[in-house]
């Protein structure tokens, strides 16, 4: 006998849709069932993803374009290797030829200076151009061009003191490999790096080094001073002064290096375009063939004595 409880319309009459997806009724199952196909086929698309992105090189300078070292390293290379170019034509220019007809500094023999002369006035112009213009825009084409006017410069000058003083330009050459590859060691392992006190007082010895530069170059221009290398050739208890001066000068660029590394490495920690690894590129140049005519002046002082 049937409980009457049970004959209430209540329980006879169901919903049919009710009956088929309460949970564990049929169709609940299969809809289950199709969720977590679909959600299996979610992780295994998501985790597929995931793969591919791990497995993918990271994205460079090109991809983000911002600054980055390895970037920048590029950038140097190849404004080395203008300059180098560039330098190979001012050497020969410099000399008529290939090499110079002849090393003995008494002949007649006399190089050609417009290599150096043109390579330094339009190096010095455009330096100042893409300094002061860099605020607002980087322009590599002018960089381009300082590299080339350099190179017609270094070009020039090292064929000039290698005519004079023959070998001086591979022992100038080895000396600034080495100040630049120490302190480029040196301050990737943490040991030097660029402070407010020590940049302000590089700033002064800078301005004072240009005010005596300039002063001497207008002594042996007016022929007040007619020693080779002006007051750098006045002795100074049997020293040249250019020799006492020289070691604070090759101090001096070498510190500039590391205000040129750690500006390269604050562009990139900031974020900064990518463009802007021309400018860090541009002050490790400068910086560099400064350091080369320091040390070929520094030689040639201590040969000719």
């Given at each position: 006998m049937s409980n009457f409880a049970?004959?209430?319309?209540?329980?006879?009459?169901?919903?049919p849709r009710n009956v088929a997806t309460y949970p564990g009724g049929p169709q609940a199952a299969q809809g289950a069932q199709n969720a977590s196909l679909q959600?299996?086929?979610?992780?295994v698309a998501a985790n597929a993803q995931l793969e591919g992105m791990y497995a993918a090189p990271p994205a460079g300078?090109?991809?983000?374009d911002r600054m980055s070292v390895e970037d920048t390293v590029w950038k140097t290379v190849g404004l080395f290797g203008i300059l180098l170019v560039a330098a190979a034509?001012?050497?020969?220019?410099?000399?008529?030829?290939?090499?110079?007809?002849?090393?003995?500094?008494?002949?007649?023999f006399a190089p050609n200076l417009l290599p150096m002369i043109v390579g330094a006035l339009g190096g010095f112009v455009l330096a100042m151009v893409i300094i002061f213009t860099s605020r607002k825009t980087v322009r590599p084409a002018l960089i381009f061009a300082y590299a080339v006017f350099e190179g017609l410069f270094i070009g020039g000058i090292s064929a000039f003191f290698e005519v004079r003083f023959p070998g001086i330009v591979v022992q100038a050459t080895l000396a600034t490999v080495s100040v630049?590859?120490?302190?480029?060691?040196l301050f990737a392992s943490g040991k030097i790096r660029a402070s407010k006190k020590a940049t302000k007082i590089f700033m002064i010895a800078m301005v004072g080094y240009l005010v005596f530069s300039l002063l001497n170059l207008v002594l042996m221009w007016t022929g007040i001073n007619q020693n080779a290398f002006g007051l750098r050739s006045v002795e100074i208890m049997g020293i040249p002064l250019g020799l006492i001066i020289g070691v604070f000068v090759v101090i001096m660029a070498a510190y500039s290096l590391v205000l040129d590394f750690d500006q390269i490495q604050q562009g990139v920690r900031n974020g900064a375009p990518r463009k802007f690894g021309w400018m860090g590129a541009f002050g490790i140049m400068v910086t560099v063939v400064w350091l080369y005519v320091e040390i070929l002046r520094i030689i040639a002082i201590v040969r000719s004595n």
């Amino acid at each position: 006998m049937s409980n009457f409880a049970f004959n209430n319309p209540a329980f006879k009459q169901q919903d049919p849709r009710n009956v088929a997806t309460y949970p564990g009724g049929p169709q609940a199952a299969q809809g289950a069932q199709n969720a977590s196909l679909q959600h299996g086929a979610m992780d295994v698309a998501a985790n597929a993803q995931l793969e591919g992105m791990y497995a993918a090189p990271p994205a460079g300078a090109i991809e983000t374009d911002r600054m980055s070292v390895e970037d920048t390293v590029w950038k140097t290379v190849g404004l080395f290797g203008i300059l180098l170019v560039a330098a190979a034509v001012g050497w020969v220019w410099t000399l008529g030829g290939l090499a110079a007809p002849e090393r003995d500094p008494y002949s007649s023999f006399a190089p050609n200076l417009l290599p150096m002369i043109v390579g330094a006035l339009g190096g010095f112009v455009l330096a100042m151009v893409i300094i002061f213009t860099s605020r607002k825009t980087v322009r590599p084409a002018l960089i381009f061009a300082y590299a080339v006017f350099e190179g017609l410069f270094i070009g020039g000058i090292s064929a000039f003191f290698e005519v004079r003083f023959p070998g001086i330009v591979v022992q100038a050459t080895l000396a600034t490999v080495s100040v630049v590859g120490v302190t480029l060691a040196l301050f990737a392992s943490g040991k030097i790096r660029a402070s407010k006190k020590a940049t302000k007082i590089f700033m002064i010895a800078m301005v004072g080094y240009l005010v005596f530069s300039l002063l001497n170059l207008v002594l042996m221009w007016t022929g007040i001073n007619q020693n080779a290398f002006g007051l750098r050739s006045v002795e100074i208890m049997g020293i040249p002064l250019g020799l006492i001066i020289g070691v604070f000068v090759v101090i001096m660029a070498a510190y500039s290096l590391v205000l040129d590394f750690d500006q390269i490495q604050q562009g990139v920690r900031n974020g900064a375009p990518r463009k802007f690894g021309w400018m860090g590129a541009f002050g490790i140049m400068v910086t560099v063939v400064w350091l080369y005519v320091e040390i070929l002046r520094i030689i040639a002082i201590v040969r000719s004595n």
